[in-house]
């Protein structure tokens, strides 16, 4: 399956549209980016029930939010910079305050965005979407999950923000996968220590497992997909019968999983977490694979936590 | 039950603004300059305009309100308590801890209230996004929005505005509460707004200028805004802040502070 690779944001919008064709309550929201975000493939085909907002991000979200006080199922799209980010206020004050039905779909997040460089790379909305009260956080790792997140987030009521990419990643799940909002997904039951990643992240987690398997380190991956509620129950467990902790995210290190994930072990099971994230820095231009190299949330980066012995026992 | 009568509606007005003036005594803080200059828009939406059953709330296909001047909460909830969507008593637990009316309108605690709101500039987003699911779904409802004049230099009101008319939404009618006050001083000596009617005009909106204050003027703008098509309205309705209450018009120090023992038992006084 890895020869294939498909953007998150790519599945999405092909997702969005079947969902279109089986619940008429869905509308589309965008902001001038659709062929960018992918809802242009539901516009495409339901152009009575998609909106161009034009570029006016804070617009979009309060429209979104009345359409959904009138029972409809708003999914609002734009660059995750421009949604957490610029329209952050209206997130909070017109959707998850009232605790409206709008889904929030943001593309282009993390470093991975690559060539547009910092300004377009957003590192910091998941630590502000999920310190809303009423919001649920999802942060998809490949195509599969991204379809089945789109089909399970329209059925929950009340605010989701979901992260997408801009980069194209390998398949990691076949279509007997289910998709269940707040529990995290294990890879393996090696004992030397647990890899929790999420988005871009979870395939060089997946890699990673398997280089460390062949020099005789045994260390099991959870794909974390909904990073709010976060799945508690897994992550203490992992921590107790590994004890090592290492994450890995394309987003600032400040906020986004591996403090969750910190927030969560600090109560449950304290013990040392390795955070690999961006160091509280805003990102640079280059291209994806150079980036996630040079901010150190590669395989090769997570390889390394395990073979200096930095974290152990 | 719709009320024709000017005189009856004057009558509401007043109660609205007694109200009004009883919940933020009894508070302690609050807006009552903003709240006294919209109370004959609220009188003349909620008793002769909007098709809206305080026994059914959340009634599908019942026209709609939303306050953009959340702070301005108290003129709401005068308004719903006198329509009958919940006790009148209830005006004094505004503000208080184990009250529903908090210090900006909460759409989940309070009866009638259509949308939360509070954080300006966010009100015809939202109206708009109203609007929308109304025509989709041939539904025919009106939808109103009550924004201050301080409120537009808010730069989503013009972004709002330009989806108004992209969509042509005639369901739609903006009312402008344009009572020249706000926190800091005139809207002048802050940041001036120039023409606001022609403002909204070249945004592609039918526009009419009222006296905001006037229920008869009021009933026409609204009349003539439910027979415009092809496009938004919005009322630039002039209003005096603080209106009914001598000692508090015209004055930007009323617009969030509560009146004193004395000071509320003088407003009653002009009210009644």
């Given amino acids: 399956m890895e020869d294939k690779k498909i953007a998150t944001r790519q599945s999405y919008g092909e997702a969005l549209a079947q969902l279109g064709e089986k619940n008429k309550n869905v509308v589309v929201l965008d902001a001038d980016l659709s062929t960018a975000t992918k809802t ?32 409809k199922i708003p999914f609002a799209s734009t660059f995750a910079v421009f949604a957490a980010g610029r ?36 590192l910091e909305d998941i630590g502000m979407m999920r310190a809303l009260p009423n919001m ?86 959870i794909d974390i997909h909904t990073i709010k509620p976060i799945d508690k129950e897994l992550i203490a467990k992992c921590a107790k019968e590994t004890q090592k902790i290492v994450t890995v995210e394309d987003h600032s290190i400040v906020g986004g999983l591996g403090s969750a994930v910190c927030e969560v072990l600090a109560e449950e099971y304290p013990c ?5 994230g961006i160091k509280d820095s805003f990102g640079k231009s280059g291209k994806p694979v150079e980036l996630m190299e040079y901010y150190g949330i590669d395989k090769k980066a997570i390889i390394s936590k395990f073979q200096n012995k930095m974290l152990d026992k | 039950m719709k009320i024709t009568h ?15 003036i009883e919940a933020v005594y009894s508070a302690g803080s609050g807006h009552p ?73 909460d759409m989940n605690k309070v009866p009638g209230v259509d949308m939360s709101s509070g954080s300006l500039g966010q009100g015809l987003s939202i109206a708009n996004g109203m609007a929308l699911a109304s025509k989709m779904e041939s539904a025919g409802q009106r939808i109103y929005c009550l924004v201050g004049d301080g409120e537009i230099q808010e730069g989503q009101i013009w972004e709002a505005a330009m989806t108004s008319n992209k969509y ?9 509460d344009n009572n020249n006050l706000q926190i800091d001083g005139t809207i002048e000596e802050v940041k001036g707004l120039d023409c606001i009617v022609a403002k909204f005009a070249s945004f592609g909106f039918n526009t ?7 229920i008869n003027q009021i009933i026409d703008a609204f009349e003539t805004a439910r027979c415009t098509k092809g496009k938004p309205t919005a009322i630039i309705a002039k209003t005096i802040k603080g209106k009914g209450v001598s000692f508090m018009e015209n004055k930007a120090e009323w617009h969030g502070r509560a009146p004193s023992q004395e000071e509320y038992e003088q407003a009653l006084k002009e009210l009644v």
């Fill in chain 1, 40 to 71: 242009c493939i539901f516009a495409k085909r339901f152009p009575e029930r998609f909106f161009d907002i034009g570029i006016s991000e804070q617009d979009m979200m309060g429209t979104a939010a009345g359409l959904s006080t009138s029972g």
């Fill in chain 1, 87 to 122: 329209a952050y206020d209206q997130i909070r004050n017109s959707i998850c305050y009232p605790n409206l039905n709008v889904k929030i779909c943001a593309t282009h997040a993390g470093v991975t965005v690559g060539e547009d460089g910092a300004t377009h790379q957003m």
């Fill in chain 1, 136 to 221: 649920t956080v999802i942060s998809p790792s490949d195509a599969t999950q991204t379809k089945w997140a789109v089909e399970e987030i329209s059925k929950i009521n009340g605010p989701v923000y979901m992260r997408l990419s801009r980069l194209a990643v390998p398949i990691i799940y076949d279509d007997n996968y289910k998709f269940e909002i707040g529990k995290g997904i294990q890879t393996g039951k090696g004992t030397d220590g647990t890899i929790i990643a999420t988005g871009v992240c979870v395939y060089e987690a997946l890699e990673a497992q398997k280089e460390l398997a062949a020099e005789g380190i045994n260390v099991r991956v």
């Fill in chain 1, 272 to 276: 040392k977490v390795e955070r690999l």
């Fill in chain 2, 6 to 20: 000017t005189e009856a509606l004057e009558k509401i007005a007043k109660n609205i603004r007694m109200g009004i």
């Fill in chain 2, 33 to 105: 300059g903003g709240s006294l200059s919209c109370a004959d828009i609220l009188t003349v939406l909620y008793f002769n305009q909007m098709n809206i059953d305080p026994k059914n709330p959340n009634a599908e296909g019942r026209d709609k309100f939303v306050l953009s001047k959340g702070h301005c909460a108290p003129a709401l909830y005068a308004t719903l308590a006198e329509k009958g969507f919940f006790n009148k008593e209830e005006l004094k637990n505004l503000r208080k801890f184990d009250g529903i009316l908090q210090g900006h309108p």
């Fill in chain 2, 168 to 176: 042509k939404l005639d369901n739609l009618c903006l009312i402008v």
């Fill in chain 2, 208 to 214: 009419i200028q009222i006296d905001g204050n006037n």
